[in-house]
């Protein structure tokens, strides 16, 4: 089932995520419900927040064929790369935007997977970027906030007025 996604500056979007506290059929079907969403939507990452779901779930796809689903149920970074570098990113919260964001290089991050086991995952290039920018969304961050004060005004904006487009 598609779930509808929450666009910025929707307040629900700076909610902190709760930890999931079982991994049981509710979990289940919202990791389903989510990546069909995300591809739906042609996205490669989605944050429970965005989907106004307030607990800690990510699911992501960064592979060629779409078919590769990353599952991740609280997570959290366990080490961080000394390097940084600057990412032209998207958000499916905030269409049509992109711009730049300093994210570290390379990730690990532990977190649970469908079945409830514990997994750690190290990643770089794209994923890492992915894992990164899904994480701020669990924390009530949206990647624009990264942007000047100048840019997000102007972002915010542009986005109500597609939403009182949208809504004629």
Same mark, same amino acid.
């Given at each position: 089932?598609?779930? %509808? ?9 700076? /909610?902190?995520?709760?930890? @999931?506290?079982? @991994? ?25 927040? &965005? ?5 800690? @779930?990510?699911?992501?796809? #960064? ?11 609280n997570p959290e970074l366990v080490w961080t790369s000394p390097s ?6 998207? $958000?499916?919260? #905030? ?11 390379? @990730? ?8 409830? &086991? ?11 970027? $992915?894992? &990164? ?15 000047? %004060?100048? /840019?997000?005004?102007?972002i915010k904006k542009k986005m109500l007025k597609a939403q009182r487009?949208?809504? &004629?």
């Open positions: 089932m598609l779930l %509808p996604i929450l666009c910025y500056p929707d307040p629900k979007l700076h /909610k902190v995520a709760k930890p @999931v506290a079982t @991994v049981d059929e509710r979990v289940h079907l919202l990791v389903t419900n989510m990546i069909e969403t995300m591809y739906d939507a042609k996205g490669i990452g989605l944050a429970a927040t &965005q989907v106004d779901v307030h607990e800690r @779930v990510i699911v992501i796809d #960064v592979s060629e064929e779409r078919d590769e689903p990353l599952v991740l149920i940084t570098h600057l990412n032209e990113e998207g $958000c499916l919260s #905030v269409p049509g935007i992109y711009d730049g964001v300093e994210r570290f290089d390379a @990730v690990h991050v532990r977190a649970l997977d469908l079945t409830g &086991q514990p997994r750690t995952i190290e990643a770089d290039e794209l994923l890492a970027v $992915c894992i &990164q920018h899904e994480m701020d969304h669990l924390m009530g961050k949206v990647f624009v906030e990264y942007l000047s %004060p100048l /840019k997000r005004n102007r487009e949208d809504a &004629q």
